[in-house]
């Protein structure tokens, strides 16, 4: 009997750890994270301190369901668009988040001092992250594709010169051709969708534009040039000088009716 109930003690104790382990938090299910109360781990297997961190983070999450928290972690090897969301530049780094509100933690790495900061609510005493800086924005979601890119890239120049033996200054020159051919290319996609949306007002020739009406005297000369006729000058010998010199003098023929 004594061995029946001992058994059912064990297999009990069993389930509720193999039940309280950290939740995996992915790219696909992070928004998760912005309903109820979370505290989140960024690691990397191949961090030395994240390994060493495992054992503490593995028993701070067998106390979720009595601080009626949600204990997650991320691996930002796997999931570098949420290492750039949460602007991550060391490892481990920690996070509680409540409600949608982000907070750093930056407090000691013990098991008891984790679960006083839940418990006691210090987290409270925290202003959270600033909007521009909330990993929901735009701004960071923007940010983290770009992290996903560097990523890629990344990978793609190590498949490059493992896999196919391609010189590194080689990559450096194919990566070059390839940014200016994408910025010409993302340039033209702009300059087009600016046409599009805010179409340039049409500005006519001057030779276009309507002449002005006459004004006096000086205006009839301009409506009979705009008219195409031309106006003539003779030069006419009808002066001399005293001493026999002539000086031409210019005179305005009148065109007959």
Not at 145 to 152: L, T
């Amino acid at each position: 009997m004594y061995n029946m109930i001992f058994l059912l003690f064990t297999l009990l104790l069993f389930s509720s750890q193999a039940t309280s382990k950290p939740i995996q938090v992915t790219e696909e299910n992070w928004s998760d994270v912005l309903k109820g109360e979370w505290m989140l781990e960024f690691m990397a297997p191949w961090c030395p301190a994240c390994r060493g961190f495992v054992e503490t983070w593995d028993k701070f999450s067998d106390w979720s369901q009595d601080l009626e928290i949600n204990v997650g972690v991320v691996d930002v090897t796997e999931n570098p668009g949420l290492s750039g969301r949460f602007l991550i530049s060391a490892l481990p780094s920690l996070y509680h988040i409540k409600d949608g509100e982000f907070r750093q933690y930056k407090g000691g790495r013990k098991e008891s001092e984790l679960i006083s900061f839940v418990d006691d609510k210090k987290w409270q005493e925290m202003d959270p992250i600033p909007w521009y800086f909330s990993p929901a924005s735009i701004q960071m979601a923007a940010l983290g594709e770009f992290f996903k890119a560097a990523m890629i890239v990344r990978d793609l120049y190590n498949t490059m010169t493992k896999d196919y033996g391609i010189p590194e200054w080689a990559c450096y020159v194919i990566f070059a051709i390839a940014t200016i051919l994408l910025g010409l290319i993302l340039g033209l996609l702009i300059v087009l969708c600016c046409d599009m949306m805010l179409p340039s007002k049409y500005v006519p020739h001057p030779k276009e534009r309507p002449q002005p009406g006459p004004q006096g005297d000086g205006s009839q000369k301009e409506d009979e040039d705009a008219d195409g006729e031309e106006s003539e000058t003779d030069i006419i010998d009808d002066t001399k000088s005293a001493d026999g010199d002539s000086k031409p003098r210019r005179r305005r023929v009148k065109k007959a009716d």
